[in-house]
């Protein structure tokens, strides 16, 4: 409930004090974990508003005039569908892909689960609330970036020197891509020949 007065018998769950306004988050039954962080969150996006005496008003962000039109929506969402589409498609050729490998079958399967990122990395560990709020999402392995799986099995420093190593042995090398599903396409576009392909996806998936 927000309100601009405190009532009695009612827990404060949070204040905000601006130069113009005062306002008060109050609740007469304690709030479940996921309601209560996202008020937290609302507590920090509404830190620092200044209230003012003008009306407000809608303002489209897609038209410098700010008024709507179909037309800018309508190239919105097309951009968005043809990315979402060229997505889809690259993932799907992966996924088709990564159980031809040589590689046994439990590995392989690790690598699936990776690749829908349903491993318990600290990022996937704090969206289902299972560490504290208050708890570090750094890696735990060089502390230096927040620990997500694309960290963890690519850009982490142990990792990076574990696909270098690979990279050097093997004789070419590729600037680290942002995601698994584009290191797995850099890693098997290395070369053309196919039994040398599985060779190295062979080599992917335990190192992974």
């Known amino acids: 409930m927000l309100s601009n007065q405190k009532e009695a018998n009612v827990a404060e769950l949070g204040e905000i004090n601006s130069r113009d306004c005062h306002w008060s988050f109050s609740s007469r039954r304690p709030l479940f974990v996921c309601v209560n962080d996202l ?7 509404l830190e620092g508003f200044r209230g003012t005496l003008e009306e407000d008003v809608w303002v489209w962000r897609l ?3 700010g008024v ?4 800018s929506m309508y190239k919105k969402l097309e951009v968005r569908m043809l990315e979402e589409i060229s997505i889809l ?3 799907g050729k992966v996924f088709s892909n990564i159980w031809k ?3 046994p079958s439990k590995v392989v399967a690790f690598s699936w689960k990776l690749f829908h990122d349903r491993i318990p990395s600290k990022v996937n560990l704090a969206h289902r609330h299972v560490l504290p709020l208050e708890a570090s999402l750094n890696c735990a392995l060089c502390e230096g970036m927040t620990e997500s799986t694309n960290h963890l099995f690519i850009h982490c420093e142990l990792a990076s020197e ?8 093997l004789n070419f090398n590729f600037v680290p891509p942002t995601n698994l599903f584009l290191h797995w396409e850099c890693w098997n576009g290395a070369v053309s020949n196919k039994k040398v392909c599985k060779r190295y996806q062979l080599i992917w998936h335990p190192a992974i």
């Open 101 to 103: 490998s040589p590689a």
């Open 162 to 169: 574990v696909w270098q190593g690979l990279l050097t042995w």
């Open 63 to 65: 038209e410098e005039s």
């Open 89 to 91: 498609e690259a993932q």
């Open 68 to 71: 709507f039109t179909v037309k």
């Open 39 to 45: 008020l937290r969150e609302l507590l920090v996006e």
